[in-house]
């Protein structure tokens, strides 16, 4: 493969640059730091003609960011896990701000217990916040995705803030071939950022105000949920464009050897990698296995998870996130994409593994796949798995034993 | 320092308004007011950049009273919106992108709530980075916009809703008001400010000066609270004018540090007759008055000007109790 070696975190860095940003809030968290390390060099050796400025929290940072991009700038930045929660508030603000900045999070388990390697509960915690998000598998999509969310957000039809994510350690710190594309192509593939109704002298504008009546409130909400589903046919559209320039592919779900495919793993970001091997495993044991990824997770896309899923015997949805009492995340999203399809799946398996980065083995993921054609063949109701090897539960034991304070 | 001002008495007030009459305020709030005094002083060209509070539902869709810019963002982080959109009007200058003509003065507005609590932190932040910006805190001394909770800007023996008073608890809020003033000046902010809107000319003067420095300019305005104080509105100015003249409210500037009082009264009024007009003290008085709480009110007060008499070589008959 052609292209230069860049991990998650260069590739994100790289394609902000491209994407000509004005203006990067930051503040430093593991494993996100190295972007904003990353371009706090350009601009300091003058080879990103951006300002960089480092907040005081994650909180003032978001608050910085959307209010940069209503006066006018291309705004980046990047976070993860306890930052972007610490930002919350400031998600949905800038959402309901309609500014269409870009932010990168690196995916990282959330506190408590504090953890450093990914899951998914930071970056789907942001699912109902109105930004837009796109998920990555590989450093060359985290790079591909930051120049795609910038032409889909700035878009009239949708101006929302978009969120990309990439799984910390596995992508954030991992080199992988990335072909960085041109600037003079970028630049016809992105033209400049025109604000609507920016703050100026000559023409004032109150943002933000207050709304005392439901109905209003409802109007402007019914308005984001609107242009979110607008950035579904803008996303294809500006895909199109981005193959035609850049030769790469990129539909809002992705699927892998699905053609006869009976048995479907749906996945996100890295581990799609992990479950692309479990299917080919599955393959040469002649079990007619396949996999779709979600790439476009807001807006969601049913529609062609749906046309994707129809017919087949078993899905597994592979939520490497939990929500405590209720299970993984995705699940009921895929769940409801399925239920009023004519010729819907036998039967949806919710699997959650991978918590706060735990490796996944091909035993692992083969077990996912016998348990999915067990309960096609003995007609099963699915029940939830959570994905722990025997090993693994010897080492956690000796590790509760140390703390208990036995020998 | 003394600058060359266009402010000389009260005949100097702008005519100009910025604020459109008729909004969704309290009659006789000292908030309101002191974004009017502080815009005429500013000119058109504004951005306010608002934290949770009674302004806030001023500005209500589709309405705006301000004729300038207007953004809301949340209650711990109007500095962080401030410092957004001011190195966005720099950036898009810088590349050419944006006539100066349409550059603004960014102002931060708040309540105490925000400035004294919640917001300081992104405050602090704002300062350390020397952004060029003003924050105009009218302060009312409590959480005014959610029916008058105790902040820490409410001062000793005011009673709030989260500090009532009871049998155990006779004096309401007994913790002293945090000075906020002090705390902007140790971070070394280059101009920091009180103001009353009962004085109007230092009020302008003080923004005045501000235009003519960069970096974070600060200032905090007395606001008379009619609904939470306990007052009728039309005493807002009275009262106003009774916090200056009693040694409450001190009226003052640092300029990079350096504190002056701008309005040394020559004979501090008892505060006693401050404290009378207000209900969120009425339990000072009744059923039986609390001597020893308003001497201790009094003493704060002599000490706080005994000092200021001996730093500035200024003249004050202090009161008693």
Known sequence: MKGQLLTGNAAAASAARLARVDYVPAYPITPQTEIIETIADWVREGTMDSKFVQLESEHSMVTAAGSASLAGARVFTATSSQGL????????????????????????????????????????????????????????????????????????????????????????????????????????????????????????????????EGHIYSYFRYNVHAAAGRAREVFSEAANEFEELFGRAYGPVEGYMLDDA??????????????????????????????????????????????MLRGRKVVGVFDQNLAPGSGGIFYPEVAASLYHLKGRPNAILPVVGGLGGKQITGKEMAAVFEEMIAIDREGKTPSPMFLMRDDELARVKKAVAVAEGES | MSIATRFKTLRDMPTEDYLAPGNTLCAGCGGILAVRIFHKALGAN?????????????????????????????????????QGIRDALDILMAKGRLPKSEDLKVVV?????????????????????????????????????????????????????????????????????????????????????????????????????GTTMKGPKLYIDFAACPTGWGFDSRDSIEIEKSAVQTGVWPLKEAVDGVVRHTFVPRSLTPVREYLKTQERFRHLFEPAEKTEAINTIQASINSYWEKVASDEGAQVRLAEA
């Open chain 2, 109 to 209: 507005v708040s309540g105490d709530g925000a400035a004294y609590d919640i917001g300081l932190q992104s405050t602090a932040g704002a300062i350390d980075r020397r952004l060029d910006f003003y924050y105009l805190c009218y302060d009312n001394e409590a959480y005014g916009n959610t029916g008058f909770q105790m902040s820490s800007s409410t001062p000793y023996g005011s009673s709030t809703k989260t500090t009532p008073v009871t049998p155990a608890f006779p004096l309401g809020n007994t913790v002293a008001k945090k000075n906020l003033f002090e705390v902007w000046r140790a971070m070394k902010a280059p101009y920091v400010a009180t103001l009353s809107n009962s004085h109007g000319v230092d009020f302008l003067r003080k923004v005045e000066k």
């Open chain 1, 85 to 212: 929660l610490y930002a919350m508030e400031m998600l949905y603000n800038v959402a309901g701000w309609r500014a269409p900045m870009v932010m990168v999070n690196v995916s990282r388990g959330l506190a408590a217990p504090i953890v450093l390697e990914p899951d998914h509960n930071d970056i789907l915690a942001a699912r109902d916040s109105g930004f837009l998000q796109f998920h990555s598998e590989t450093c060359q999509e985290v790079a591909d995705l930051v120049l795609l969310a910038y032409r889909v957000a700035e878009d009239r039809r949708v101006m929302l803030p978009a969120l990309v994510n990439l799984d910390g350690f596995y992508l954030s710190f991992t080199r992988e071939p990335v072909v960085l594309p041109d600037q003079e192509t970028v630049d016809r593939f992105l033209p400049p950022y025109e604000p609507l109704n920016p703050l100026r002298a000559t023409a004032p504008v109150a943002r933000g105000s207050s709304v005392m």
């Open chain 2, 46 to 82: 504004v951005a306010w950049v608002n934290a949770a509070g009674c302004l806030t539902v001023t500005m209500t869709y589709p309405l705006s009273p301000l004729k300038s810019n207007w953004l809301y963002t949340a209650f711990a982080s109007a500095p962080a919106g401030a």
């Open chain 1, 262 to 307: 009976e048995y479907v793993l749906v996945i996100s970001n890295s581990f799609t990698s992990l479950g692309r091997q479990a299917v080919k495993r599955m393959r040469e044991r002649g079990v007619p296995a396949g996999l779709l990824k979600l790439r476009m997770v807001r807006p969601f896309p049913s529609e062609e998870i749906a046309t």
